[in-house]
């Protein structure tokens, strides 16, 4: 025979539609975007990681101050590798004051993926990089000047080598606004000046390496090869290398973040529809009580009250899933296609993100209701018909100071008697100020940390120079640089200068037997003044060890400051070779084929600028995903609070209170709870992401500060007060309605 209690589903429904509706929109949007970024991150990952056979990507490419005759490419190749010729030129792009790298034809090693248009056919075309056209709002058809020369853009590319948008190895982030990758002819790359070619070669290996631990072993040894025979200007293996690593790093990472999100939230709505369930459960317990009594079992029962939030999760599932395999893997598709140039993809349907979005899911649900029904019903018929779910001896009610006023001690026993729901809420709230902090902050940081590089640059122009050469500018000061690496696993690049004594621009007490470091240094590595810090060569075992007599504020870079003196003495080097330029002014007497680099406030500020781009909208998106979070959890435990306590309300309605005086009673009771929760998670919230930011961010060079302005808290205290009197006024239009006769008809 059919099971009568399935009649009381469609009822049950009925009464909680407004409930079940918000929670079955909520699911369903979150399983919707996880399955997006997953579908869509599978896919980008999966063509990202066939691309590397696909394109021929090289295992590193070093840089030579001279061309390689064919005799030393041999000596260098040996039996081991295959070395490419990869000339690039860089040029500025004076419309959109950004630099562009042109490489010649590649049809042997980082092979061009072809976006939009064709490639070009003759000396006056030119195809850019998908990104960096879109940023510079340039397309196909449009002309471009480069070296006073009009090139006509024929095509859109991505380039293999090139899926982010690093300029140089030691940035911390990319750019793809000021900096592109452009692809010409033979003849039109042999067009420009031979000074401005950068004599770059790529490099596979014959047997390529199982792991980035062989592959460093490898680049180790062909290193040694190349530093006796080559001098080097650049060495960068591929698995050091943002520009090819860096996108398969961060969209591997997404996944994972998204997937974590989704379970930390079907746990906080599970454990809701859990508390939501015992509620219903404590309304219905003299019911419960007699079907005990009358021979249905423990069994039937925990499936009955299982079966809506069952019904709604798989409902959300399938709802959440198709949104996520179409416009939500498009979306994720098309945010990944902003920052990443990345090849072609194909959509890749997944059983994984079907298990991590749908079963487990489902799993996490039915579990936690699970436990909390099976604990429920231990109870006898008896203690159900009188009402009286307590699993533990009931003891005396906690003592309060008489002292205390009477409406405090009210509010006080609302709270003890509502532990698990106000628990649950401040837990909400620590969670919804996460991400809240995340979407108001994130552009106070980003803003903050490039006026702090702006207002701490050393000079307004840092030229690093190919040769030693005299200057006549009156604002030139001398530097001498290197670059060492740490030790740590990272190995990531530090500068290395040599400040000359009395310096203008560095105002250091140097001398020859310590370093100052840059607070970005110290910050990131926990180095202080005393310390010892040990740094090896860039291109050598070499290893170096300088005691820290201080940190300088120079947030821009992981930086080493010494002295003339002992930066000579260290590196072996005469005082006339020094390596360039600090000066306010535009050095114009040094021709351009002698400067190897020229770093400017554009440069510095690449990381906040590319940041800016990347994260566009994102805070906003964040800040109100935060607020829906909050105000879910809060309109659906203090309703379940208000429909705990109906009996009380009723019987102080009986009594003669106002509905004024009830709310003071139980909705200013959550108000303080919520207010308080809300201000008191603040300083945790901001202890959490610091440290978070910390791990995420340890594998990226250079280092950006956690920084959030006092008016980013008074922000968040102000939305999370106005978005919880919206839950208040809803929830004191429910205690209005309470009737009087409840209090009646539930008398033991």
Same mark, same amino acid.
């Given at each position: 025979m059919k099971n009568p209690l399935v009649k009381r589903l469609p009822k049950e429904l009925k009464s909680e539609l407004g409930k079940y509706i918000v929670l079955f929109v909520f699911i369903t949007g979150m399983i919707a975007l996880v399955s997006g970024y997953l579908v869509a991150g599978e896919s980008m990952i999966t063509a990202y990681n066939e691309s590397f056979d696909k394109y021929n990507i090289e295992d590193g490419n070093f840089e030579s101050f001279q061309q390689l005759d064919d005799d030393m490419l041999k000596t260098l190749e040996a039996d081991s590798t295959e070395i490419y010729e990869n000339f690039y030129i860089e040029?500025?792009?004076?419309?959109?004051?950004?630099? !562009?790298?042109?490489?010649?034809?590649?049809?042997?090693?980082?092979?061009?993926?072809?976006?939009?248009?064709?490639?070009?056919?003759?000396?006056?075309?030119?195809?850019?990089?998908?990104?960096?056209?879109?940023?510079?709002?340039?397309?196909? *058809?449009?002309?471009?000047?480069?070296?006073?020369?009009?090139?006509?853009?024929?095509?859109?590319?991505?380039?293999? %080598?090139?899926?982010?948008?690093?300029?140089?190895?030691? %940035?911390?982030?990319?750019?793809?606004?000021?900096? *592109?990758?452009?692809?010409?002819? %033979?003849? *039109?790359? @042999?067009?420009?000046?031979?000074?401005?070619?950068?004599?770059?070669?790529?490099?596979?290996?014959?047997n390529p390496p199982a792991d980035d631990i062989e592959a460093k072993e490898m680049s180790e040894d062909f290193l040694e090869v190349l530093s006796s025979n080559v001098m080097l200007n650049n060495y960068l293996p591929a698995f050091s290398n943002q520009a090819i690593q860096m996108a398969g790093d961060d969209m591997g990472g997404d996944t994972q973040m998204m997937a974590v999100l989704l379970y930390m939230m079907m746990a906080i709505i599970a454990f809701i529809f859990a508390i939501t369930t015992s509620n219903t459960i404590m309304k219905e317990s003299s019911v419960i009580g007699t079907l005990r009594a009358s021979g249905y079992t423990k069994g039937e029962l925990i499936r009955h009250y299982m079966t809506m939030p069952m019904i709604i999760t798989v409902l959300s599932a399938i709802a959440g899933n198709i949104l996520g395999y179409t416009a939500l893997k498009e979306f994720a598709i098309g945010m990944y296609y902003n920052s990443f140039s990345l090849t072609t993809y194909k959509t890749l349907w997944n059983a994984d993100a079907f298990v991590m979005t749908s079963v487990i899911p489902l799993i996490m649900m039915f579990l936690i209701n699970l436990f909390i029904l099976v604990k429920k019903m231990k109870l006898s018929p008896l203690k159900f018909i009188r009402r009286d779910l307590s699993t533990r001896k009931k003891k005396k009610a906690f003592k309060l100071n008489t002292k205390i006023n009477i409406l405090t001690r009210f509010r006080l026993r609302v709270i003890f008697q509502n532990m698990p729901n106000y628990i649950t809420i401040i837990v909400g709230i620590l969670f919804a100020n996460v991400i809240l902090l995340f979407g108001c902050g994130l552009e106070p940081l980003i803003e903050h940390y490039s006026d702090e590089i702006t207002a701490n640059m050393i000079s307004e122009y840092q030229y690093i120079l190919k040769a030693p050469l005299e200057t006549e500018n009156p604002d030139a000061e001398k530097f001498y640089a290197n670059s060492l690496k740490v030790t740590e696993k990272s190995e990531e690049g530090v500068s290395v200068y040599g400040i000359v004594p009395d310096s203008r621009y560095v105002d250091l007490d140097l001398n020859s037997e310590g370093v100052y470091i840059s607070n970005a240094y110290s910050e990131k590595y926990g180095i202080n003044e005393g310390d010892i810090v040990k740094l090896k060569g860039s291109y050598d075992d070499t290893e170096y060890s300088f005691k820290v007599n201080g940190v300088y504020y120079y947030p821009s870079a992981i930086s080493v400051f010494m002295s003339e003196n002992n930066f000579c003495e260290t590196?072996?080097?005469? /005082?006339? @070779?020094?390596?360039?330029?600090?000066?306010?002014?535009?050095?114009?007497?040094?021709?351009?084929?002698?400067?190897?680099?020229?770093?400017?406030?554009?440069?510095?500020?690449?990381?906040?600028?590319?940041?800016?781009?990347?994260?566009?909208?994102?805070?906003?998106?964040?800040?109100?995903?935060?607020?829906?979070?909050?105000? !879910?959890?809060?309109?659906? !435990?203090?309703?379940?609070?208000?429909?705990?306590?109906?009996?009380?309300?009723?019987?102080?309605?009986? !009594?003669? $209170?106002?509905?004024?005086?009830?709310? /003071?009673? $139980?909705?200013?009771?959550?108000?303080?709870?919520?207010?308080?929760?809300?201000?008191?998670?603040m300083p945790l919230v901001s202890l959490l992401i610091d440290k978070v930011m910390d791990v995420a961010l340890s594998g990226y060079a250079g280092y950006l500060p956690f920084y959030v302005p006092f008016s980013v808290y008074i922000k968040m205290a102000v939305l999370g007060i106005v978005s919880y009197a919206v839950i208040a006024y809803m929830q004191m239009r429910r205690v209005k309605k309470i009737p009087l006769d409840i209090a009646l008809k539930n008398v033991e």
């Open positions: 040029e500025e792009i004076e419309s959109n004051e950004s630099t !562009l790298r042109i490489f010649s034809e590649r049809d042997q090693i980082n092979k061009v993926c072809m976006m939009e248009g064709v490639l070009p056919e003759n000396a006056n075309q030119i195809a850019i990089d998908r990104v960096y056209a879109k940023n510079n709002e340039i397309s196909v *058809g449009d002309t471009m000047v480069i070296d006073e020369r009009e090139f006509e853009v024929t095509g859109l590319v991505a380039l293999s %080598d090139y899926s982010t948008l690093y300029q140089n190895p030691s %940035d911390m982030m990319f750019d793809a606004i000021k900096f *592109g990758v452009a692809v010409m002819t %033979d003849e *039109g790359f @042999e067009s420009f000046n031979d000074s401005n070619i950068h004599y770059s070669y790529s490099w596979t290996y014959n590196f072996d080097i005469g /005082s006339t @070779e020094f390596s360039g330029y600090f000066s306010d002014t535009e050095i114009t007497d040094i021709d351009k084929m002698y400067i190897a680099t020229e770093i400017t406030e554009d440069d510095l500020t690449k990381t906040s600028r590319q940041m800016k781009n990347s994260f566009n909208g994102m805070g906003g998106l964040l800040s109100a995903f935060g607020i829906i979070i909050f105000m !879910l959890i809060i309109y659906m !435990l203090s309703k379940i609070i208000i429909e705990k306590n109906a009996q009380s309300v009723s019987m102080t309605k009986i !009594l003669g $209170y106002s509905n004024k005086e009830i709310n /003071s009673l $139980y909705i200013m009771t959550t108000s303080i709870v919520v207010i308080a929760s809300l201000i008191l998670t």
